[in-house]
């Protein structure tokens, strides 16, 4: 499988779900570079990710857009997120159920057909300004 295959199985398997799906296609010292706070290391850690994500949010991924590098090592992604916040998390504001549309894009290395880092990045200001109005 080449790394955009390998990077648009990722992705359907998060738009159905099946976070053991996304799991296999990780590297077991996945690097996760989240748009805010700490860095987290292995595929434990990454799932406990999902489980909270799972728990507060419900999103879809659409609009997606795949470029690849020549080496076929990175893959850059972007897509629009389509979610529904229905827990609250953490410090941030509570949680009503509101949906929002908003812009991401994520950056994905590869090696020896394991996804081995995912960054993510979106506006975070623009988020708690959807779920506020």
């Known amino acids: 499988m080449t790394a955009l295959e390998l990077a648009q199985q990722y992705y359907d398997c998060f738009n159905r779900k099946n976070w053991e799906g996304m799991l296999e296609l990780l590297s077991d010292a996945i690097r996760h570079d989240v748009n805010q706070g700490e860095t ?13 994500m799972d728990e507060c949010y419900d ?11 020549p ?3 990175r893959i850059a992604c ?6 529904v916040y229905k ?4 410090d941030l504001l509570p949680a009503r159920n509101q ?6 894009g994520a950056f994905l290395g590869v090696d020896g057909g394991k996804i081995t880092r995912v960054t993510t ?13």
């Open 78 to 83: 972007e897509f629009t997120v389509n979610g």
């Open 59 to 69: 999103e879809h991924l659409s609009d997606m857009v795949f470029l690849t590098e």
């Open 99 to 104: 949906k929002y549309v908003l812009p991401a």
């Open 121 to 133: 990045y979106y506006n975070l200001p623009r988020w708690i300004k959807l779920v506020s109005e």
């Open 40 to 52: 987290r290391v292995g595929k434990e850690r990454y799932r406990e990710f999902l489980q909270h």
């Open 71 to 73: 080496s076929g090592t």
């Open 87 to 90: 827990k609250n998390d953490g």
